[in-house]
């Protein structure tokens, strides 16, 4: 059986479920802090510590919350798609729940890269890091987190996978962050378009099917539809 290629892009819902705490929900990390003056580099400039400090809590929730069944459902249609994840999260909720093919839009927790070279990225697990923490040549430490104002250098790739999905699901974000919420442009016109969210989200296509649940329920719900069709 030739097996079709399923491009996902899962945002910030999906790792709410796990206990991760967002910016943008109620109750989030924009009532604690100015989210300027933790993912920026103004932020950086301005307070190196606040961010450091900021990273090193996430970090530490992270090593506390497991994937959901959103996340393993993805993993597990790996048995009968092809599946590449266009993630928006920084967390590794997918690589711990086995899936294969993953590509960070916005970086990634458990990494920090040299303030002087941006290509060279170390894996620092769940550890913290602060400030005086250095690369080998005497450089600062920084998050490996695409700020507010960076470039996002995954997005050609992004872009070059979107393109080349024959079937195409958007998890759990509500495609307000851009640039990732533009990929959807460059969906293939044939090429059937699955959306789970419990939230109203903007639908850009008329022929978009839409599943209104939490990605822990509408992940299998959407693959069992596929799978049927």
């Known amino acids: 059986m030739i097996r079709k290629r399923l491009v996902v892009l899962t945002g910030a819902g999906i790792s709410a479920e796990s206990g991760i705490r967002t910016f943008r929900d109620m109750g989030g990390l924009w009532e604690e802090y100015d989210v300027m003056e933790v993912a920026s580099p103004e932020g950086?400039?301005?307070?190196?510590?606040?961010?450091?400090?900021?990273?090193?809590?996430?970090?530490?929730?992270?090593?506390?919350?497991k994937p959901n069944s959103g996340h393993?459902?993805?993993?597990?249609?790996?048995?009968?798609?092809?599946?590449?994840?266009?993630?928006?999260?920084?967390?590794?909720?997918?690589?711990?729940?086995g899936s294969s093919n993953i590509l960070h839009l916005h970086g990634e927790l458990k990494k920090v890269r040299s303030t002087a070279n941006p290509s060279n990225i170390l894996d620092i697990g769940y550890s913290d890091i602060n400030w005086g923490d250095t690369c080998e040549k005497g450089y600062q430490l920084r998050p490996h987190i695409v700020w507010f104002g960076e470039d996002v250098p995954a997005m050609s790739d992004a872009i070059k996978l979107v393109q080349s999905a024959e079937i195409f699901a958007v998890v759990g974000t509500s495609l307000n962050v851009y640039p990732a919420a533009g990929l959807v442009d460059?969906?293939?016109?044939?090429?059937p378009i699955y959306l789970v969210d419990p939230n109203d989200?903007?639908?850009?296509?008329r022929d978009v099917t839409v599943i209104k649940e939490k990605a822990s329920i509408g992940v299998s719900r959407m693959l069992k539809m596929i799978r049927d069709k």
């Open 201 to 205: 989200v903007s639908v850009w296509r």
């Open 186 to 191: 460059y969906v293939p016109k044939c090429c």
């Open 72 to 97: 393993t459902a993805l993993a597990e249609a790996e048995q009968d798609f092809i599946v590449n994840i266009i993630t928006q999260n920084v967390d590794d909720l997918h690589e711990r729940a």
């Open 44 to 65: 950086w400039r301005k307070n190196p510590q606040l961010v450091l400090k900021f990273y090193n809590e996430r970090r530490r929730q992270l090593s506390d919350v």
